[in-house]
């Protein structure tokens, strides 16, 4: 007997595919409000690579567990603060999300580390300076491609969600400054 | 059913609210969120696929008017996917908070691009960093571009303009006019030889 003989006899068969589509529809119509929401609203992501060690990622010598973070995105371009962390893509690749530490806001003085060619530079109207809060030289921030604009931040990380014993609100505001002290740097300069 | 008076309190409303409207799809509830559910997918469709949007400013002169034009942007080259050296894109301006304009593209990563204006005689060129793309306006007096903010992080395209819609005696397809000199170059290799 041919399957379409059994589809065309109707019965049981064709209300259970009748429904199974019906079903299948009722399903597929949610993946648009959680694409919106996990773009627009929030995220859960897991943090890759040392950057931001020891802040996230702790444990990257001694584990393969990642760090995950709620990624918050609602409203997340407006009131910036020094401290703050925050997901922006990458200038120097569109399609990577990297995540970093706010330094500095527009206006601000801000002393860079190498490979940034000027010692001291001012950010420019629109835009933040970034770092990794890992040593020199393992974080890929503005030090190497500058201050980023504002409209490339794709989110603030608000919460640590893992590892549990670090489970809650990351808290920014007790971020401290760098000290401005000379460097052999300013000498190079002059 | 026997639940506890707990449950009652926390749930009962919801059974009750299901029992008035059994059988109908036209509960209050499912209405709206279908009415939710159908506005985000409109939504991710113009913020993922194609849009529409009116034009101001003198920058893109002759190409697009100071006022009154519209322009119809796809969203599948947001991020500087599959674009080339002639395209007229969409952007977020990087200097400003909520603002977007629309360019030309000059250079692509790698590219050398002159830095000032033509007019000063200028020859200071300068290589577009990887990610980036150099912009200038058609107008170029009257034009804040990659010349005023440096290169455009790739990132920031939204998309590409595809046609001028509006007003309609003058909607037409946008054609990349460098593309164009290309193919018929080789045409004209291809007839030669």
């Known amino acids: 007997m041919a399957l379409s003989s059994i589809w065309r006899r109707g019965g049981w068969q064709r209300a259970f595919f009748g429904d199974l589509t019906v079903r299948l529809f009722g399903f597929a119509s949610w993946i648009p409000l959680i694409i919106w929401v996990r773009y627009n609203v929030a995220d859960i992501s897991n943090i890759h690579g040392p950057s931001m060690f020891p802040f996230l990622n702790e444990d990257i010598d001694t584990s393969w567990k990642r760090d995950v973070v709620l990624n918050w995105k609602w409203d997340c371009k407006q009131n910036l603060h020094r401290g703050m962390v925050v997901t922006f893509r990458s200038p120097y690749s569109p399609e990577t999300v990297v995540v970093k530490r706010i330094i500095a806001l527009e206006g601000d003085l801000v002393r860079t580390r190498p490979p940034y060619p000027d010692p001291v530079v001012k950010v420019p109207q629109g835009h933040v300076w970034v770092e990794g809060d890992g040593p020199e030289g393992k974080s890929i921030d503005s030090n190497t491609y500058g201050p980023i604009a504002i409209q490339l931040i794709t989110g603030r990380v608000t919460h640590i969600l893992y590892p549990w014993r670090k489970f809650g609100s990351v808290k920014w505001w007790e971020y401290k400054p760098r000290p401005w002290l000379p460097s052999s740097r300013d000498f190079e300069a002059t | ?193």
């Open chain 2, 1 to 193: 059913m026997a639940r506890g008076r707990l449950f009652n309190a926390t749930f009962g409303w919801a059974r009750t609210y299901f029992q008035r409207h059994r059988g109908t799809a036209s509960a209050p509830l499912f209405v709206s969120l279908g009415t939710l559910k159908a506005i985000v997918a409109c939504h991710l469709l113009w913020e993922h696929g194609i849009s529409f949007g009116g034009a101001a400013g003198s920058s893109m002169l002759p190409t697009f008017s100071v006022y009154g034009d519209y322009l119809l942007v796809s969203k599948y080259y947001r991020r500087g996917r599959d674009l080339h050296v002639g395209d007229l894109v969409f952007y977020d301006i990087p200097i400003f908070r909520r603002a977007q304009g629309v360019k030309r593209i000059m250079g692509l990563p790698g590219d050398y691009v002159l830095h000032g204006d033509p007019d000063t005689g200028s020859q200071v060129m300068i290589q577009v960093p990887q990610g980036h793309c150099w912009i200038t306006g058609d107008n170029l007096e009257s034009s804040r571009d990659s010349r005023v903010f440096g290169p455009l992080p790739l990132a920031l395209v939204r998309g590409k303009v595809l046609a001028k819609i509006w007003p309609p005696q003058e909607a037409h397809w946008i054609r990349n006019g460098l593309e164009d000199s290309k193919s018929s170059e080789n045409d004209s290799v291809a007839l030669s030889s």
